[in-house]
Nanobody, 115 residues
Framework: QVQVVESGGGLVQPGGSLRLSCAAS????????MGWYRQAPGKQRALVAR???????YYPDSVKGRFTISRDGAKNTVYLQMNSLKPEDTAVYYC?????????WGQGTQVTVSS
């Protein structure tokens, strides 16, 4: 069974940066499109970045120009570089395939943007 583990979250001031990492026990990152998702309190989980096998990326307007998704197939890891963070970016961040596979949801990593 594939296990996905997110890390790198924390408390950061507005305007700061964080780099999230996502590692999987299986080689899913090399054969599927991957996505980073987030869920803020009281809101539904939403996609914030997606990367295809070919390296094409997609970002919603809310994070475009601030977030960058990347993948390292050799390390079986997906990253999310987040710059110019805003309080509204506060959420639990998850990675999963795109579209997501129910059994791959991990514990996520908390990102809190606050002064």
């Amino acid at each position: 069974q594939v296990q996905v583990v997110e890390s790198g979250g924390g408390l950061v001031q507005p305007g700061g940066s964080l780099r999230l990492s996502c590692a999987a026990s299986g080689s899913i990152f090399s054969v599927y499109s991957m996505g980073w998702y987030r869920q803020a309190p009281g809101k539904q989980r939403a996609l914030v970045a997606r990367i295809t096998i070919g390296g094409d990326t997609y970002y919603p307007d809310s994070v475009k120009g601030r977030f960058t998704i990347s993948r390292d197939g050799a390390k079986n890891t997906v990253y999310l570089q987040m710059n110019s963070l805003k309080p509204e970016d506060t959420a639990v961040y998850y990675c999963n395939e795109f579209p997501p596979r129910t059994s791959y949801w991990g514990q996520g990593t908390q990102v809190t943007v606050s002064s």
